[in-house]
T-cell receptor, first 111, second 114 residues
Framework: GQQVMQIPQYQHVQEGEDFTTYCNSSTTLSNIQWYKQRPGGHPVFLIQLVKSGEVKKQKRLTFQFGEAKKNSSLHITATQTTDVGTYFCAGQGGSQGNLIFGKGTKLSVKP | DTGVSQDPRHKITKRGQNVTFRCDPISEHNRLYWYRQTLGQGPEFLTYFQNEAQLEKSRLLSDRFSAERPKGSFSTLEIQRTEQGDSAMYLC????????????FGQGTRLTVV
């Protein structure tokens, strides 16, 4: 079945440093989505990427979808303490496909 | 519509008992997902519905788990003969079909089996 792998599992950075998390699917995806979960909260949608090679930006966050539509990355420039949380990618295969989550990358930011 | 709601928020049960959780999705959403999440892990897919049809159920899921979505509206997840390993947060999410298919999550039901 479809599997989504995410690395690293944890990332500790100093405030102001950059952060990147990587996501890899075992199968070609129709789209990939990114979510953020704060401690004690539920996953909250950040963005959806659909096209091969797509790059989207949200302020300091840059999301990329690989050419083969099997991998993706999230990059945060100049992290802030408000970026703390766990970032999940979720892959969807086909129009009828379910949404499979990676294990997430937990980001901690030291002020 | 205020979003996805789940009931109860917390459930403590004795091992061997049956429990049932309810999820009310966003009203116009066709898709409804159930996930299980334990501490430090990502949401683990359990099952999902498109309207009232259950399209897929995780192969890792025990036969003790069953879900329904009568009339394509709310959904229930039942766990029979609970075990301590069932202790987790059970998350429900809903989404629309086509275009943006982002999932909107409820607050979850935290199950503790003692």
């Amino acid at each position: 079945g479809q599997q989504v792998m995410q690395i690293p599992q944890y990332q500790h950075v100093q405030e102001g440093e950059d952060f990147t998390t990587y996501c890899n699917s075992s199968t070609t995806l129709s789209n990939i989505q990114w979510y953020k979960q704060r401690p004690g909260g539920h996953p909250v949608f950040l963005i959806q990427l659909v096209k091969s090679g797509e790059v989207k930006k949200q302020k300091r966050l840059t999301f990329q979808f690989g050419e083969a539509k099997k991998n993706s990355s999230l990059h945060i420039t100049a992290t802030q303490t408000t970026d703390v949380g766990t970032y999940f990618c979720a892959g969807q295969g086909g129009s009828q496909g379910n949404l499979i989550f990676g294990k997430g990358t937990k980001l901690s930011v030291k002020p | 519509d205020t979003g996805v709601s789940q009931d109860p928020r917390h459930k403590i049960t004795k091992r061997g008992q049956n429990v049932t959780f309810r999820c009310d999705p966003i009203s116009e959403h066709n898709r409804l997902y159930w996930y299980r999440q334990t501490l430090g892990q990502g949401p683990e897919f359990l099952t999902y519905f498109q309207n009232e049809a259950q399209l897929e159920k995780s192969r890792l899921l025990s036969d003790r788990f069953s879900a329904e979505r009568p009339k394509g509206s709310f959904s229930t997840l039942e766990i029979q003969r609970t075990e301590q390993g069932d202790s987790a947060m059970y998350l429900c999410a809903s989404s629309s079909l086509g275009g943006r298919t982002e999932a909107f999550f409820g607050q979850g039901t935290r199950l503790t089996v003692v």
